[in-house]
């Protein structure tokens, strides 16, 4: 996916003045957490044991609605202010790294769990690579 | 990507009675879509002929809204709700033709709105699919 | 809220040409709906018997989805697509019928069901109003 | 509408430790000024003068999608994560800040920027009076 969203990106009249390669994978990493969290925290609904894994699901729930919104507004390219996208970043590798170290509790019991983790850990440092672009840029 | 949300499909402990294929495939393209669709909506905004793209921006921000509640409601395969699941998918599949439609006719002149129409169309066609096979099964 | 959510749909400078009360009143219903499936869910989640509450938890979040998109893309009045409106609102109220019977079964356990589904049924509601007048129109 | 989130709030079994008044002030306002901001940006997409109003557009897009998460996120009290939950409010209170900075340079020509500059102001000072309450808890 990454080439789809790269050829939007570059199609962009107005290109934020980013490092395209960081801010072409922090979008996809958003897209691809945010979907396993929203598909782990149902599969923990699902398990027997659903007492143990209230926090995951709700650590699950932020995360996912803060992945698909830092991919929204990093999608926007035009008049990027570095406040908001910066606040923004630090966020979603907050509920990245939350969400991470619960699943990672889970991780040996449930597959979902490990993916999910495994997608959390890499979201959380594809926003701090950008988020060290943006301080740099 | 396929694989990612096949992955997590996989792992679930009680997975929806649906054609797996068409379910991921589904969600992947509704992801891609929503992402097209933010991306293109910001670009047609930073065009100097702004004016004529009003209406492309607003199919764009609905079909994005669209997509996202599509990839999240079918990303919980637990209790599938087939009237709800149905109605989400057509939404879904209404507002990809509408953006394809309006966005077709400036696929000429710019680069992201062609790559947001093929989106459209392609998630337009994984929407009808998954319906299709809902209806049969 | 009525007022503020219909002061913005009067400051708008083209007006959609459809039944404002029932505009205003579907958008404000689909709002408390969403926050009150959102808190639902997590209270649910949060109860001793979770594991009976699986269902409700997950009606809650699609129709929490479902809610804050059919309310973003009735915000925009801007060039309606009436085929696009109708699918959205039919799939909203779908999602608000099926969370609504789910509730309605834990309502005299849980005051967050109660509530919920009280919810749920006026903005399922307000959409099949707001759906006849868009017939009518 | 405080009623009905102060309701919701109440009716948890297991109520964050957060001053409540507070939090769902900030619900509220979140909610609130999500509406305002995606009305406004499809006003402003409808006035004649558009290429004067795309900072606008943008700023409203991106101050939507955090509100509604942040109304999200605020909404699930059980297992708060204070880390993330400061991180968003910060996030959303930057993003109010931006919109409302920008929609104020329209208020005096657009009544609906007029508006949702007034709404952005309000949920910025509910943010960050939240925000307060949390780092003295």
């Known amino acids: ?4 969203v790269n050829d939007l990106l570059e199609a962009h009249p ?3 003045e980013v490092d395209r390669g960081a801010l072409a994978a922090c ?11 929203t598909a782990c925290a149902d599969a923990c609904l699902a398990e027997q044991e659903v ?6 699901i709700r650590t699950d729930a932020d995360c996912a609605d803060l992945c698909e919104t830092t991919g929204r507004v990093l999608s926007r390219q035009a008049t990027v202010d570095i406040d908001v996208a ?4 630090r966020a979603c ?5 939350a969400c991470a170290q619960e699943c990672e509790q889970h991780a040996s019991m449930h597959t979902h769990c490990r993916l999910c983790a495994e997608r959390c850990r890499t979201c959380e440092a594809a926003c701090r690579r950008l988020l060290d672009s943006l301080a740099d840029g």
Chains 1, 2, 3, 4 share one sequence.
């Open 1 to 4: 996916m990454t080439t789809a």
């Open 14 to 16: 107005a290109p934020a």
């Open 27 to 37: 979008i996809e990493e958003c897209m691809a957490c945010a979907q396993a969290c």
């Open 51 to 56: 007492g143990t894994l209230r926090r995951c």
């Open 86 to 89: 910066g606040a923004v970043l």
């Open 93 to 97: 590798a907050a509920a990245c790294s």
